[in-house]
């Protein structure tokens, strides 16, 4: 089936660090990937649309600044936590649909644990 | 009210036990449906898509109810493995996905 790497899968950083993470589509070109966050036991959270090309959509309360997205290729999609700070301490995980209508499927990445100190 | 709406959980239930998860969604419009699990400390991994006549996978039924906005997901003779958080999925053409709380389930031998 289609298949969604994300890189890195953990990463310790100091406060103050950006941090990129790379998600990527290895079976099928997406034109549009979703970044999200999830904090321990709580459900995910949509923070950005990336598209490929343009410049992403950031759902209500995101800040564009901190969190930079850049979608290069249709197959790449980067989020750089910029200043990184401990309370952006989450789960990021990357998504890509595939296939339209009703056929519409997303696929998750493995998903980046950030520890910001 | 929330877009997608699931049982609270969690669902603490033995082995061998029947359990079933409960979705609704707000958005008539909305056209696919799908569940999926969500290990601990791991990403969403899809489980299965919901038809409207019903579909079964295994020990897995998912039925939808287009009328009562309804989604469901039962789980016969529940196994160890299936302890995760179960996630209603809703998708509106052209729009996001949109996604339940998850509710959590615990099989206990």
């Known amino acids: 089936g289609a298949v969604v790497s994300q890189h890195p899968s953990r990463v310790i950083c100091k406060s103050g660090t950006s941090v990129k993470i790379e998600c990527r589509s290895l079976?099928?070109?997406?034109?549009?990937m979703f970044w999200y966050r999830q904090f321990p036991k709580q459900s995910l959270m949509l923070m950005a649309t990336?598209?490929?090309?343009?410049?992403?959509?950031?759902e209500q309360g995101v800040e564009k600044d901190k969190f930079l997205i850049n979608h290069a290729s249709l197959t790449l999609s980067t989020l750089t936590v910029t200043s990184a700070h401990p309370e952006d301490s989450s789960f990021y995980i990357c998504?890509?649909?595939?296939?339209?209508?009703?056929?519409?499927?997303?696929?998750f990445g493995p998903g980046t644990r950030l520890l910001v100190l | 009210r929330k877009e997608v709406e699931q049982d609270p959980g969690p669902f603490n239930v033995p082995e061998g036990a029947t359990v079933a998860f409960n979705c609704t969604y707000s958005?008539?419009?909305?056209?696919?449906f799908f569940w999926y699990r969500q290990d601990c400390r791991k990403e969403p991994k899809l489980l299965m898509s919901?038809?409207?006549s019903g579909n079964e996978d295994g020990r897995f039924t998912a039925q939808l109810n287009r009328a009562s906005q309804y989604i469901s997901l039962l789980i016969r003779d529940s196994k160890l493995s299936d302890s995760a958080t179960y996630l209603c999925?809703?998708?509106?053409?052209?729009?996001?996905?949109?996604f339940g709380p998850g509710t959590r389930l615990s099989v206990l031998p």
């Open positions: 998504s890509a649909h595939m296939g339209r209508g009703l056929g519409e499927t997303q696929y």
């Open positions: 079976d099928f070109q997406a034109t549009t």
């Open positions: 990336s598209n490929e090309g343009s410049k992403a959509t950031y």
């Open positions: 958005n008539s419009a909305s056209q696919s």
């Open positions: 919901v038809y409207s």
């Open positions: 999925v809703v998708n509106d053409y052209g729009q996001n996905f949109v």
